[in-house]
């Protein structure tokens, strides 16, 4: 699978963004997606996660009620809703992709894009 994220940028706090991520190739083996982010010096998190059919969605709770993850299984694309930014929600936002094929568990990653946010 993969996967290619677009809408990072340099926003003010208070402000919105909306990142994508396309997924392409073995698209039908997902079972579930999520953003992820990392900042200077920080760890990976989990920033909030989707399954497959766009059922069931989990958030960090730093992001809870400003954040919103979406799926459009039609054209393969997932999306997060960034409102009410903050300086500490800075970092390299990556997708990644969960899939399995023949019995064996698979996760990919896109390139990452930047969210700086400024105070």
């Known amino acids: 699978v993969q996967l290619v994220e677009s809408g990072g940028g340099l926003v003010q706090a208070g402000g919105s963004l909306r990142l994508s991520c396309a997924a392409s190739?073995?698209?039908?083996?997902?079972?579930?997606m999520g953003w992820y982010r990392q900042a200077p010096g920080k760890q990976r998190e989990l920033v909030a996660a989707?399954?497959?059919?766009?059922?069931?969605?989990d958030y960090a709770d730093s992001v809870k009620g400003r954040f919103t993850i979406s799926r459009e299984n039609a054209n393969n694309t997932m999306y997060l809703q960034m409102n009410s930014l903050r300086p500490e929600d800075t970092a390299v936002y990556y997708c990644?992709?969960?899939?399995?094929?023949?019995?064996?568990?698979?996760?990919?990653w896109g390139q990452g894009t930047q969210v700086t946010v400024s105070s």
């Open positions: 989707v399954t497959s059919g766009g059922g069931s969605t």
């Open positions: 190739g073995s698209t039908f083996s997902i079972y579930a």
């Open positions: 990644n992709a969960r899939w399995r094929r023949l019995g064996f568990e698979y996760a990919d």
